[in-house]
Every structure is written in structure tokens, then in C-alpha cells.
């Protein structure tokens, strides 16, 4: 499975809304980038993905986006091929 990292915050329902969707999907591990911590990850973020919200995931080399983004992706039933092994 390609690695999973999503910037987030600790106030964030949609970080909680998509982690708890990834694990549905068989995603046992997330890297979490807080840029509530850490103005600097907030900086690279926008500069990374061009967006000022949380979250912001990527898998593998592939920016999904936020949660609206990944819950489109699942429903349009491309999100189980992004996670699996290439």
C-alpha cells in the first residue's frame, strides 16, 4: 500500500471524517502533518497543494485533495486502486 500523509489540524471534523474513511479502505497508517503546530508545514502545504484547508492528502505521489475530494474519489470507485500496490 503507497504511504498516506494528511495535513490536518487537532480541531478538525473532516480530518476526522476522512482518516476514519481510509481505514474503512484498508489504510492501517496515516501520517499526520499538524500545521497547527507548525506554521512552516502550513507554508509548505499551500505552496505544495495551492490550498489553505485541512485536510490536505496525498497517496503515494498523489495529491487527493481534502475530504470532499476523497469521499468523490471513493464513491466514483477510484480511490481502493489508488491504494493498492502498484
Given amino acids: 500500500m503507497p504511504k498516506v500523509v494528511m495535513y490536518s489540524t487537532a480541531v478538525c471534523p473532516y480530518c476526522v471524517m476522512a482518516e476514519r474513511l481510509l481505514h474503512a479502505r484498508g489504510v492501517e497508517t496515516i501520517e499526520k502533518i499538524r500545521i497547527d503546530l507548525d506554521p512552516a508545514q502550513r507554508d509548505e502545504m499551500m505552496q505544495k497543494t495551492g490550498r489553505r484547508t485541512v485536510p ?15 469521499a468523490a474519489l471513493d464513491r466514483a470507485g477510484g480511490l481502493t486502486p489508488l491504494l493498492e500496490d502498484k
Fill in 56 to 70: 490536505q492528502i496525498y497517496i503515494g505521489d498523489t495529491h487527493v485533495g481534502g475530504y470532499d475530494d476523497l
